[in-house]
């Protein structure tokens, strides 16, 4: 399985992704779901992918062809985010096309992907691209977008995602979704990846990486979990109730 998450604040975007393809009792297999497609002095787009591997390979790879044999459209020209993420999508949905034609399962070789970044001129953005080619971009009232096992992570970003956090309170937050699906699925797992762009730095694109034995990912986990319970623990107690029995209705 796979969870990843892109936010859009005030001051950047931020993304994050795990890297489990595979997850079971004798194999688990690792593989990056987060990409660069193009970095230039007037653009930039970092995708984020999940669903069928060979799926998101075989759009990446028409993507990166597009680029190299100057292929219109392509990346390069586009002139809006927008614009972007419509190439893509005509490009996930003729995948889609191409395996069910061939007579393979339409829903097991589907994908989904996030395409993010900003071309000069014009305000940075995140989009969340469907297997159909459709896509919806984020808004000040759902800045943030995700796709896999996005249920466990959720709750912690409509919490704390706010307009105005800086970049790398918003990173954290990001994390501590991340851990929060991790402790509750097996299937996603480290690595994990972490991108912040920043449009005042374009040129200082922040990118790492936390592995399994991360010092700081565990650490983060824990202090988070130490404060949930303590946090429990100062909650008013339940308000007292008349006992009243309960009558049991044969069937």
Not at 67 to 74: A, G, K, Q, S, V
């Amino acid at each position: 399985m796979t969870y990843c998450v892109a936010l859009s604040v005030d001051r950047g975007l931020v993304f994050a992704s795990d890297s489990r393809t595979n997850a079971g009792p004798d194999q688990v297999s690792v593989f990056g779901k987060m990409h660069v497609l193009l970095e230039a002095p007037d653009r930039f787009f970092v995708l984020l992918s999940a669903g069928n591997l060979g799926t998101t390979q075989a759009v990446r790879t028409r993507i990166r062809h597009d680029l190299e044999f100057d292929r219109r459209p392509n990346l390069r020209t586009v002139q809006s985010m927008a614009e972007a993420a419509e190439y893509l999508g005509g490009i996930n949905a003729e995948q889609r096309r191409k395996h069910s034609e061939g007579g393979e399962s339409d829903a097991a070789m589907t994908a989904t992907f996030i395409l993010g970044g900003q071309i000069r001129g014009r305000a940075p953005g995140i989009f969340l691209v469907y297997p159909e080619g459709n896509y919806i971009r984020a808004s000040n009232q759902t800045p943030f977008l995700q796709i896999g096992e996005l249920k466990y992570g959720k709750p912690i970003l409509d919490r704390l995602v706010k307009p105005g956090l800086e970049l790398d309170d918003a990173a954290r937050v990001m994390l501590l979704s991340m851990d929060a699906t991790m402790r509750s699925n097996v299937t996603v797992g480290p690595p994990i990846e972490v991108l912040i762009y920043d449009p005042q730095r374009p040129q200082l694109v922040r990118h790492m990486i936390f592995g399994p034995d991360d010092d700081y990912l565990r650490e983060l986990g824990r202090a988070w979990q130490g404060y949930v319970e303590k946090a429990f623990s100062v909650l008013p107690p339940l308000p007292p109730r008349p006992a009243e029995l309960l009558r049991v209705v044969d069937e």
